[in-house]
């Protein structure tokens, strides 16, 4: 994890974050943006909070897979242009430790190693992209809508164009970004945006069910099967067979992967210590 160190995770407690709401719930750690007034957009502060809130759950081991929600009737409007630009908007957090290196919330996402859903109720625009590309699966709601205006405001949504070119194809990106325009939930579902609808009474208890199925499997083939597709954008075509097939046998030779099996014989609920 670039962004925070184990120790300084361990030093904070995550009740006295500005911008967030959070919660352990056996294994599934709920983030919820909590600046609902200014449709949750982020300032530097409110990124760093993120990203600290991500690295507690990626040295966690209690913590097997992250829920991602938020306040208000808008998930998320993008970055806070006026707290970037202007240093005294911005309204630091003097419990937060200060990040190793200036934060990047796209890579913060990567770092987390853990799967993590998106819970969407509400418009997602701009820099709010950073948040719901960085998810693993995104379940969205049926009237949420989603675009990236940057274009519109003389600007380019630069660090999205990243994110989004992990999970759709360039020319899709392109004519996002070129566009400018809004588009459905059904739309980002059909085009691998989101992954799943669910409707609005029912979309809080379907993604804890989802989490939850996810928290029960084995937690060590979870992470390094999440390490192993992150590096695998590094890694050349012609060794990318020899790679996974070292991760494989790394993963057999766990401890996890002989209790799976003894617990597939035995007919009863694998016990997993990550190992």
């Known amino acids: 994890m670039r962004f925070y160190s184990k120790e300084a995770v361990q030093a904070f407690e995550l009740g006295r974050l500005k911008y967030l709401q959070t919660a352990l719930n056996g294994h599934v750690f709920t983030i919820t943006l909590a600046r609902p007034e200014k449709r949750n957009a982020f300032t530097p502060t409110m990124a760093e909070e993120i990203a600290f809130a991500l690295a507690y759950a990626h040295y966690t081991p209690a913590v097997r897979c992250v829920v991602l929600a938020a306040e208000g009737p808008v998930f998320c409007a993008g970055a806070d242009l006026n707290a970037f630009r202007d240093a005294a908007a911005d309204l630091k ?52 809508t989603f675009g990236l ?28 970004c070129l566009t400018g325009r809004s588009f459905s939930a059904q739309e980002a579902l059909a085009m691998g945006l989101v992954t799943g609808l669910s409707a609005p009474d029912q979309i809080g208890q379907e993604v804890q069910t989802l989490a939850k199925q996810i928290s029960e499997n084995a937690p060590l083939a979870i992470r390094v099967g999440m ?27 766990s401890e996890d992967a002989r209790e799976g099996i003894a617990a597939f014989r035995e007919k009863r609920p694998p016990r997993w210590e990550g190992k």
Not at 121 to 140: D, I, K, R
Not at 151 to 173: E, T
Not at 242 to 248: I, V
Request: hydrophobic share 45%; net charge negative.
């Open 93 to 144: 957090n003097p419990d937060l430790p200060l990040p190793q290196v200036p934060i990047t919330l796209g890579d913060a996402f990567i770092d987390l190693q853990k799967p993590c859903i998106a819970q969407v109720e509400g418009p997602v625009l701009a820099g709010g992209f950073l948040l719901l590309a960085g998810c693993t699966l995104v379940v969205s709601t049926p009237e949420a």
């Open 149 to 176: 205006p940057e274009v519109k405001r003389g600007l380019w949504p630069m660090q999205v164009m990243a994110s989004l070119l992990r999970i759709l194809p360039p020319r899709r990106v392109l004519e996002l």
């Open 227 to 253: 390490e192993t597709f992150n590096a695998l954008f590094e890694v050349p075509p012609t060794q990318q067979h020899a790679y996974l097939k070292a991760q494989l046998d790394r993963l057999v030779q």
